[in-house]
């Protein structure tokens, strides 16, 4: 595969829109703010927060990019080995400094079981990456042979219904709490239209990015539309919930993601060693 720059910048982009994304919490907790510029500061920090569901359809991009056919026999132990183990590794010490640094008056083991084993940490979203290597393995030759547009639109059903759920149904909310063993964050169902998108983007790469080359405007338009929608549902139904599983940033983490790698390959055509 020859090397695509463009992705290159797109994940240097969307990480540091992850890092503003925390310094806008920060920034909303330590300094005060009248309402109306605190909705302003709060309602930008949502539009952002496209930043951490796109940096994982990149990962999933990459692996359905480079893998088309075949997977290789180390495909999960590599993954373990350079995601999971740097995962323990570091919130081991982020547990450590919640202990003594913070004084935490529960026990370090009591921290490391009921936060980092279950993902209740800045670190969740390293699960989310690797259960999506898993369904990878499990079903990228079905994903291959079916349907794109299909499981597209039921995939987005199932990660919309259950984000929708989790925002606004209690019953549900309790049920999921009481039997899924890990952080809610990182339940699959909120992310499987992001891994499916993800897996049919690395596919079908080169078509689909000149497709939205030649039909950009239709890009910023409907980016233009859901962007509205957001700001609408922030302001009248005071949906204010600052989390990246959002049911009402599916479809604009999508468009933002292409209209991101968009923008990245515009800049591939200069050599930006910030970026790299």
Known sequence: MNRKHEITYARAIFCLIIVAVHILSNYLRDV?????????????????????????ILSESLISMVYKDKLPQNFLLKRFK???????????FYIYTKYEVE????????LYKDQLLIGNWYGWFVIVIFQFYILHMLFHKALSKSNPFIILMISFVISFTHSFLMYDNETYIHWWNEYYPLFHRTSILYWLFYFVFGFYLGRYYNEVLAFIEKRYI??????????MSIIYSIYQNDVTVVQSNRYDILLYSVLAFLFILLIAKKLAKFDISFLY
């Open 32 to 56: 005060e703010l009248q309402d109306s510029n605190r909705m302003v500061v709060l309602s930008f920090q949502i539009l952002i927060l496209f930043a951490t569901p796109c940096f994982i």
């Open 82 to 92: 350079y995601i999971m183990i740097p995962y323990f590794l570091i919130g081991s």
């Open 103 to 110: 004084g935490n008056t529960e026990t370090y083991w009591q």
């Open 218 to 227: 239709w890009l910023v338009s409907s980016l233009a539309v859901v962007t």
